[in-house]
Protein backbone atom coordinates (compact mmCIF):
# COMPACT_ATOMS: atom_id res chain seq x y z
CA UNK A 1 0.00 0.00 0.00
CA UNK A 2 1.60 3.35 -1.11
CA UNK A 3 1.16 6.18 1.49
CA UNK A 4 0.54 9.17 -0.14
CA UNK A 5 2.27 12.60 0.58
CA UNK A 6 0.24 15.20 2.22
CA UNK A 7 -0.56 18.45 0.22
CA UNK A 8 2.21 20.79 0.16
CA UNK A 9 1.03 24.59 0.89
CA UNK A 10 2.48 27.37 -1.00
CA UNK A 11 4.97 28.91 1.35
CA UNK A 12 6.30 32.63 0.58
CA UNK A 13 8.51 33.52 2.93
CA UNK A 14 8.20 37.11 4.69
CA UNK A 15 10.19 39.89 3.07
CA UNK A 16 11.82 41.56 6.13
CA UNK A 17 12.42 40.41 9.66
CA UNK A 18 9.60 40.97 12.53
CA UNK A 19 10.35 42.59 16.18
CA UNK A 20 8.77 42.49 18.97
CA UNK A 21 6.72 45.68 19.26
CA UNK A 22 3.96 47.29 20.97
CA UNK A 23 2.04 49.60 19.17
CA UNK A 24 -1.69 50.92 19.61
CA UNK A 25 -3.60 50.87 16.56
CA UNK A 26 -7.59 51.75 15.88
CA UNK A 27 -8.35 48.78 13.33
CA UNK A 28 -12.04 49.17 11.58
CA UNK A 29 -13.43 46.99 8.54
CA UNK A 30 -15.79 43.73 8.26
CA UNK A 31 -15.63 40.54 9.91
CA UNK A 32 -16.38 37.60 8.08
CA UNK A 33 -19.92 37.58 8.35
CA UNK A 34 -20.19 41.15 7.19
CA UNK A 35 -20.68 43.29 10.10
CA UNK A 36 -18.79 46.43 10.09
CA UNK A 37 -16.09 46.55 13.37
CA UNK A 38 -13.99 49.14 15.39
CA UNK A 39 -11.27 47.62 17.50
CA UNK A 40 -8.39 49.41 19.44
CA UNK A 41 -5.63 46.57 19.19
CA UNK A 42 -1.64 46.31 20.11
CA UNK A 43 0.29 45.08 17.45
CA UNK A 44 2.76 42.35 18.83
CA UNK A 45 5.07 41.94 15.90
CA UNK A 46 6.13 44.84 12.99
CA UNK A 47 8.15 44.40 10.36
CA UNK A 48 8.89 47.01 7.35
CA UNK A 49 5.68 45.25 5.57
CA UNK A 50 3.35 44.75 8.41
CA UNK A 51 2.82 43.32 11.49
CA UNK A 52 0.28 41.15 13.93
CA UNK A 53 -1.81 42.19 16.24
CA UNK A 54 -4.78 39.93 18.78
CA UNK A 55 -8.69 40.78 18.20
CA UNK A 56 -11.81 39.25 19.42
CA UNK A 57 -13.47 39.66 15.98
CA UNK A 58 -13.20 36.85 13.40
CA UNK A 59 -11.52 38.17 10.29
CA UNK A 60 -11.04 36.19 6.73
CA UNK A 61 -7.83 35.91 4.97
CA UNK A 62 -7.75 38.38 2.25
CA UNK A 63 -9.98 41.24 4.35
CA UNK A 64 -8.90 44.88 3.75
CA UNK A 65 -8.87 46.88 6.96
CA UNK A 66 -8.01 50.22 7.77
CA UNK A 67 -5.56 51.12 10.40
CA UNK A 68 -5.72 54.10 12.34
CA UNK A 69 -2.43 55.14 14.40
CA UNK A 70 -1.23 57.82 16.77
CA UNK A 71 0.10 61.06 15.09
CA UNK A 72 -2.17 60.81 11.91
CA UNK A 73 -1.16 57.60 10.34
CA UNK A 74 -4.05 55.84 8.49
CA UNK A 75 -3.57 52.91 5.91
CA UNK A 76 -4.90 50.44 4.45
CA UNK A 77 -3.55 46.57 5.14
CA UNK A 78 -4.97 42.92 3.88
CA UNK A 79 -5.28 40.21 6.20
CA UNK A 80 -2.51 37.36 5.46
CA UNK A 81 -3.27 35.13 7.76
CA UNK A 82 -4.94 34.44 10.74
CA UNK A 83 -4.35 31.89 14.02
CA UNK A 84 -7.48 31.13 16.49
CA UNK A 85 -6.17 31.47 20.38
CA UNK A 86 -8.37 29.07 21.76
CA UNK A 87 -8.07 29.31 25.22
CA UNK A 88 -8.20 33.15 25.17
CA UNK A 89 -11.12 33.31 22.82
CA UNK A 90 -8.92 35.75 20.85
CA UNK A 91 -7.60 35.56 17.21
CA UNK A 92 -3.95 36.49 16.09
CA UNK A 93 -4.40 38.61 12.60
CA UNK A 94 -0.90 38.81 10.37
CA UNK A 95 -1.63 41.85 7.61
CA UNK A 96 0.36 43.95 5.36
CA UNK A 97 0.58 46.81 4.09
CA UNK A 98 -0.78 47.53 0.93
CA UNK A 99 1.23 50.71 -0.13
CA UNK A 100 4.79 50.87 1.13
CA UNK A 101 4.78 53.91 3.43
CA UNK A 102 7.70 56.12 4.65
CA UNK A 103 5.99 56.76 7.90
CA UNK A 104 5.24 53.26 8.61
CA UNK A 105 7.36 52.10 12.10
CA UNK A 106 10.38 49.88 10.36
CA UNK A 107 11.85 51.06 6.82
CA UNK A 108 13.21 47.89 4.94
CA UNK A 109 16.62 48.09 3.72
CA UNK A 110 17.86 47.56 0.68
CA UNK A 111 19.15 44.03 -0.50
CA UNK A 112 21.17 45.44 -3.49
CA UNK A 113 22.85 47.76 -0.91
CA UNK A 114 26.38 46.66 -1.02
CA UNK A 115 28.08 45.11 1.66
CA UNK A 116 30.87 46.81 3.20
CA UNK A 117 34.11 45.38 4.95
CA UNK A 118 35.19 46.50 8.10
CA UNK A 119 37.79 48.76 6.60
CA UNK A 120 34.84 50.94 4.77
CA UNK A 121 35.72 49.12 1.35
CA UNK A 122 33.86 47.09 -0.57
CA UNK A 123 34.32 42.82 -0.12
Known sequence: MKREKPAVKNFIARRSKRVHLKIRFKVAG???????????????????????????WEIKVGSTLKLTGPKGFVSLVRVVWVKEDYKNVRRM???????????????SQSRTAPLVGSRGRKP
Open 30 to 56: RDQYGTQFEDHIETTDVGSNGGSFSTK
Open 93 to 107: VGFQLLEPRKDWVLQ
